[in-house]
């Protein structure tokens, strides 16, 4: 089923509406990831524990071909998840071992039952079963409340793959009436504190 443009733009809860997890919807560009650290920049002040992944570019006068760079949201450790293509290229640049060490942050957060983990992207690498899935899929087993970007069309296997998690425009009004009403039922890890 492709989403329609209409269904995009509003927010969607299905079948898992009771998931404490959502997908920010993005079609390309930053500014996911902006809206990403600024709502991690928010949760903190107001002294959430939050954990997790932010995307950041270094470049960004390099556009697409510039590099990309998760950073621990606890500790600003920084790992390199873009790999050199070439401008002729087509294929995916996402490096699957700079995410492989990056998955580790995911894994401490687990242990750690923060408030909410923020994971930058349910991409290309998510769909396919690689990439931060296995670590997604504990979290969400746990209860620990996730914040994603999802792309367009990624947006099926999002679903199917959270069992219908809602999906949030990309706006920060939204962003921050989910947040309020999957953190002010303080369930799961985070509760038992």
């Known amino acids: 089923m492709n989403p329609t443009t209409e269904a ?31 709502v991690v920049a928010h949760r903190q002040a107001q002294g959430r524990r939050v954990r997790g992944l932010l995307m950041t570019y270094p470049q960004p006068e390099a556009g697409c071909a510039g590099r990309m760079v998760l950073v621990d949201i606890a500790s600003g450790a920084p790992f390199l998840v873009s790999q050199p293509m070439g401008s002729g290229s087509t294929a995916c640049r996402g490096d699957p071992q700079g995410f492989a060490q990056a998955s580790g942050v995911l894994r ?21 079963g690689g990439g931060f899935s296995a670590e997604l899929l504990e979290l969400l087993s746990e209860g620990i409340p996730v ?7 990624y947006l099926p296997a999002w679903q199917h793959f959270s069992g219908g998690a809602v999906v ?26």
Not at 109 to 124: H, K, T
């Open 147 to 153: 914040l994603t970007a999802v792309n367009e069309r």
């Open 168 to 193: 949030l425009p990309a706006e920060r009004a939204a962003v921050d009436e989910w947040l309020a009403g999957v953190l002010a039922r303080d369930s799961g890890p985070a509760a038992a504190r």
């Open 108 to 128: 401490a957060a687990l242990a750690d039952a923060p408030d909410l983990v923020v994971v930058n992207r349910f991409g290309a690498l998510e769909a396919e």
């Open 8 to 38: 995009a733009d509003a927010v969607v809860a299905a079948d898992g509406a009771g998931v404490a997890a959502a997908a920010v919807l993005h079609r390309g560009g930053t500014a996911a990831d902006m809206l990403l650290a600024e």
